[in-house]
T-cell receptor
Framework: GQNIDQPTEMTATEGAIVQINCTYQ??????LFWYQQHAGEAPTFLSY??LDGLEEKGRFSSFLSRSKGYSYLLLKELQMKDSASYLC??????????WGAGTKLIIKP | NAGVTQTPKFRVLKTGQSMTLLCAQD?????MYWYRQDPGMGLRLIHY???????AKGEVPDGYNVSRLKKQNFLLGLESAAPSQTSVYFC?????????????FGDGTRLSIL
């Protein structure tokens, strides 16, 4: 079966760095997305990785290792507004998005 | 910048009632999707469409029907609502073809079935 695993919840301090991990087992791989979802709102696109390595976009970076079926989202200089759920999703061989359950990130002052 | 618009935002139904959720996008996207989101679970695809007049089943299609009569609109119907269909429903759209194109989501419809 297809499976995406993320921690359910993480807590971090304002100004710090946090890494949210995602491991996946899917039938084929055509890329991995990270989305941010604030409570009661729509998911919004953060990043896309299809090749191994690190993609940096401002305070957010995303890493992919296809051989390990592993990705992480790195958030630097955390702000209170970063409190949200972070969703990992993989495009499988049928070009369907398979979604993880999301990681709820709590930022404390 | 409307993007993807869903109506209604909230609805309470009784078991056995029917209703239609409306989704409209103004980005000229070919692909449209309906998802449901339940606590502790990832987004699950109900139905999707790769173009006007076409629809296909996703992971959890039972109890739902869809129509894509116009490119900009994608309708999700519940013929006979059941409590198990209590959920938050999201519509999304994306460009055709390129796998790296992200999906753009509406604000969701919160549906409760009593």
């Amino acid at each position: 079966g297809q499976n995406i695993d993320q921690p359910t919840e993480m807590t971090a301090t304002e100004g710090a760095i946090v890494q949210i991990n995602c491991t996946y087992q899917t039938s084929g791989f055509n890329g991995l997305f990270w989305y941010q979802q604030h409570a009661g709102e729509a998911p919004t696109f953060l990043s896309y990785n299809v090749l191994d390595g690190l993609e940096e976009k401002g305070r957010f970076s995303s890493f992919l290792s296809r051989s390990k079926g592993y990705s992480y989202l790195l958030l630097k200089e955390l702000q209170m507004k970063d409190s949200a759920s972070y969703l990992c999703a993989v495009t499988d061989s049928n070009y369907q998005l398979i979604w993880g359950a999301g990681t709820k990130l709590i930022i404390k002052p | 910048n409307a993007g993807v618009t869903q109506t209604p935002k909230f609805r309470v139904l009784k078991t056995g009632q029917s209703m239609t959720l409306l989704c409209a996008q103004d980005m000229n996207h070919e692909y449209m999707y309906w998802y449901r989101q339940d606590p502790g679970m990832g987004l699950r695809l109900i139905h999707y469409s790769v173009g006007e007049g076409t629809t296909a089943k996703g992971e959890v299609p039972d109890g739902y029907n869809v129509s894509r009569l116009k490119k900009q609109n994608f309708l999700l119907g519940l013929e006979s609502a059941a409590p198990s269909q209590t959920s938050v429903y999201f519509c999304a759209s994306s460009r055709q073809g390129e796998v790296y194109q992200p999906q753009h989501f509406g604000d969701g419809t919160r549906l409760s079935i009593l």
